[in-house]
């Protein structure tokens, strides 16, 4: 382990451009519940348990259209365990690195909106699935994104949310919904998203202009294969970039293709590891 944190710091230090990918493995050290599969739901959810929901039932669009109290439960007790946690010394350590080199970006599944809150730039974060804290309209009537500004109280036995206290459309008046992608939903309000999306496609022109000859690090943390956007996005970008490195940290599924560098520990230790290994004079 100890030579594999040196080769991600050598590779980190040679770097002309960093970025950081982040999956929910990224939170768990902050405390937030891990979602591995329906079980790992069902030990942070018991109530959801009872009730033979997993979390693809209630992180869907109809579930709100059909039953917004109990989506609305789900979704505000997730709210407020966000607003309450605080992000993991990690998240510093990699702004540290980061601020030293030209070119940064992050590319995040997560929705908890902690990279902004731990000091990086919004107009250098993509957060792929959303913001949680933003809702927007169920109906897409053209309201812009907006936030609500009262706590959403949810009943611990049932999970359901106080009617009186949804958030509405302030255009239609429809019960709204946070502005995060679910399963199967086609009413996702891509207006953030774009915007992020276009500001990534930049960053993007920049690392591969003029042809591969940026030194590319790719740290990736917490990203899963049972929803794989974020691994897929690394593996993807050392096939695309003749001079990129994943080093992937994940503490369950730390396997690499051939030439990377997997590093089998949360995201809090292997950071930590990787702030050390920065520091030796040998790096």
Known sequence: MEELIKRAA???NEADV???????GMGVDSGLPDFRGREGFWK???TFAHLELSFSDLANPKRFADDPE???GFYAHRMALYAN??????YHTLLDIVKRKAHHFVYTSNVDGFFVRAGFDPQKIFEVHGNIFWCQCQRNCGQLLFKHSKEIIVDPETMRAVESQLPVCPTCGVIARPNVIMFGDAFFD???HEMQDLRYEKFLHAVFEPAGNHRLAIIELGAGTSIPTVRRLGDHMIIAHPRATLIRINLHEPHVYSG????GTSAAEGIAGLKTALLSPKC
């Open 85 to 90: 946690a605080t992000p993991h010394e990690a």
């Open 10 to 12: 050598h590779v980190v």
């Open 190 to 192: 891509t207006e953030m």
């Open 44 to 46: 942070a959810y018991p």
């Open 70 to 72: 109990l989506a609305w």
């Open 18 to 24: 960093i970025l950081i990918t982040a999956g929910a």
């Open 260 to 263: 990377q560098i997997g590093i």
